[in-house]
């Protein structure tokens, strides 16, 4: 069974950092893209980050300088570092995998999602 587990998710002050993780098993993710996404309160879920196998990355404009995406040797975790954080960040933040090599910002393109990890920042 393939399961994404993220953890790391919090309450953090504005201009705080967090360090999003999400596990992989259940299959292997190696060479499969990997994405991070977010849904804020009232709002649809929204693209934030992706990476590829091979470290092709891409951000959303809203997060790009702030936010850095990566992943470890083994390919079964990935992380996503958050700096500088803003009261806008404030959502449940998703991890997804695609069963495709290519990185890609639509959400369809994901086969597999984790059920999500709270981010809240206080102003």
């Known amino acids: 069974q393939v399961q994404l587990v993220e953890s790391g998710g919090g309450l953090v002050q504005a201009g705080g950092s967090l360090r999003l993780s999400c596990s992989a098993s259940?299959?292997?993710?190696?060479?499969?893209?990997m994405g991070w996404f977010r849904q804020a309160p009232g709002k649809e879920r929204e693209f934030v980050a992706t990476i590829s196998w091979s470290g092709a990355i891409r951000y959303s404009d809203s997060v790009k300088g702030r936010f850095t995406v990566s992943r470890d040797n083994a390919q079964t975790t990935v992380y996503l570092q958050m700096n500088s954080l803003k009261p806008e960040d404030t959502a449940v933040y998703y991890c997804?995998?695609?069963?495709?090599?290519?990185?890609?910002?639509?959400?369809?393109?994901?086969?597999?999602w984790g059920q999500g990890t709270q981010v809240t920042v206080s102003s």
């Open positions: 997804a995998a695609r069963r495709e090599m290519g990185i890609t910002t639509s959400q369809i393109a994901y086969a597999y």
């Open positions: 259940g299959r292997t993710f190696s060479t499969s893209a």
